[in-house]
């Protein structure tokens, strides 16, 4: 039995390969011997019998590579070391081995063993404490200890200036609070055209009544060393002499209301007192020289007192019951000596008390009552229908008015006997003028009431 097997392994070893192979390139030699013995190939003979000697020779090779590489794996299994997978943890961690495969160097590990991915650096090594980077993207500010957030506002251009103030001076007109518009320009950056806000508020004072002429002034006064230096107040109204010829186009009178303006900013300390000095013999056009010249007349006028209070007048609201009553007679009589109805609605427009009105009207019928002829009476008539038609007296100012005169009429009828009778034309003809209703005339009371009024009383 044992010399069985020892033949069986010491036999001729095909390799696992089979014999099918071997005995068909014995049938290829027998057949192309039989060919050559005979000596009469043909072309496609002699073409097919290199095609078999080629593929003879591919099958040897094939043999024999697979051969050598069963006896490496034989050899592997007897010396104990098992084959290498690729797909092994071994064959992995080989690939991923940090020595050098170009076959250079000592065979130490690269970069000492601090390189790669995933290392942190070589065993030992401190690392000195970095500055943080705001830039970083894992910069955590809320781990920096306290922040400080900062609103950033940007600065306004001449397009947005302008939307900017021109609804700040126009509320600023209505409430006069200086410190809301301080609070207000603090919010806001002017930038290098800080100085355009005076000049854009003075601008807007020259269109509007003398009182908003008044709040420009306080506010500049205000503004002066808050929101607004010397040198922002000295170039608006330089920037403002530079564009009168533009600005009396609309504003006829603007030379002298500037001038009146730079008067009272030097008197109120908000532009130097060296301003008027920096144009002497520099000034070509006639409007800036006007503006000029009625400063230094101002100034000189005032020298003694500290602040130009009046130079616009007294503000409607602030002036005293008297004199508003004196203003109001002196235009009457002025209208029934001149005629003229636009002087007297601009004298009335400048006083600025609509809610006052009633009285000019109690003094109109008061004069008419107290007049002789029919002049006053007509002229009256007249003054007041432009007034009740261009809506400078309102419907209750007027029913005001005639009925003060109604309530007062047995006192005047004393000093005016025929009070009553002019009374009735007087009213019969404003009726017809359609300026004032027909309420109003028929509680007009007459004379036979009036003495029925005192009988009673007796």
């Known amino acids: 039995m044992a010399t069985e097997i020892e033949a069986w392994t010491t036999g001729p070893q095909n390799d696992g390969v089979f014999s099918f192979e071997q005995k068909q390139d014995e049938d290829d030699s027998e057949d192309l011997n039989e060919l050559e013995v005979n000596g009469n190939w043909t072309p496609q003979e002699k073409a097919l019998h290199e095609a078999r000697l080629k593929a003879k020779a591919k099958r040897r090779l094939r043999k024999s590579s697979s051969r050598d590489s069963t006896r490496e794996s034989l050899s592997d299994s007897v010396s104990g070391e098992p084959s290498t997978d690729p797909h092994s943890p071994k064959a992995k961690a080989a690939v991923n081995d940090r020595k050098s495969r170009t076959g250079k160097g000592r065979g130490l590990p ?12 070589a065993a030992g090594m401190v690392y000195e404490v970095e500055e943080l980077d705001a830039d970083d993207p894992n910069y955590d500010e809320s781990a920096q200890g306290d922040t400080v957030y900062a609103t950033v506002v940007p600065e306004l251009d001449e397009r947005e200036l302008e939307k900017t103030i021109h609804p700040i001076v126009q509320e600023y007109f209505e409430h006069g609070d200086t410190k809301e518009v301080q609070m207000l320009l603090k919010e806001l950056n ?46 608006a109204f330089d920037k403002m002499l530079k564009e009168l010829p533009d600005l009396i186009l609309d504003t006829p009178e603007a030379p002298q209301m500037l001038g009146q303006f730079i008067a009272r900013a030097i008197a109120d300390h908000a532009i130097p007192m060296s301003f008027l000095d920096c144009y002497k013999g520099k000034v070509d056009c006639d409007h800036a ?64 008390v609509p809610h006052f009105h009633h009285e000019l009207v109690y003094e109109a019928v008061v004069m008419v009552l107290e007049s002789t002829g029919d002049t006053a009476l007509q002229m009256m008539v007249k003054l007041l229908k432009v007034f009740w038609q ?16 109604y309530d007062e009429l047995p006192e005047i009828s004393l000093d005016v006997p ?20 027909k309420q109003l005339r028929d509680s007009c009371p007459t004379r036979s009431e009036n003495v029925q009024t005192r009988g009673c009383a007796l």
């Open 110 to 121: 690269k970069k000492g063993g601090a390189g790669g991915k995933g290392v942190w650096g």
């Open 390 to 405: 261009t809506g400078l007296i309102t419907l209750d100012q007027m029913n005001r008015g005639f009925q003060r005169v």
């Open 418 to 437: 025929h009070a009553h009778s002019i009374m009735e034309t007087f009213v019969d003809l404003c009726f017809q003028e359609q300026v004032i209703t």
């Open 289 to 352: 020289r006007a503006a000029l010249d009625r400063a230094s007349v101002l100034l000189s006028m005032k020298r003694e007192i500290m602040r130009l209070d009046n130079v616009w007048g007294v503000g409607g609201g602030q002036r005293p019951v008297k004199h508003l009553i004196k203003e109001m007679n002196l235009l009457l009589k002025e209208y029934l000596v001149s005629g003229e109805l636009s002087e007297a609605e601009h004298c009335l427009r400048d006083l600025e």
């Open 190 to 235: 002017l930038g290098h055209h800080k100085f355009e806000f005076s000049s854009r508020a003075v601008s807007l004072s020259l269109e509007g009544k003398a009182s908003h002429r008044e709040l420009t002034s306080r506010l500049l006064s205000d503004l002066s060393g808050k929101v607004l230096s010397e040198s922002d107040m000295s170039r």
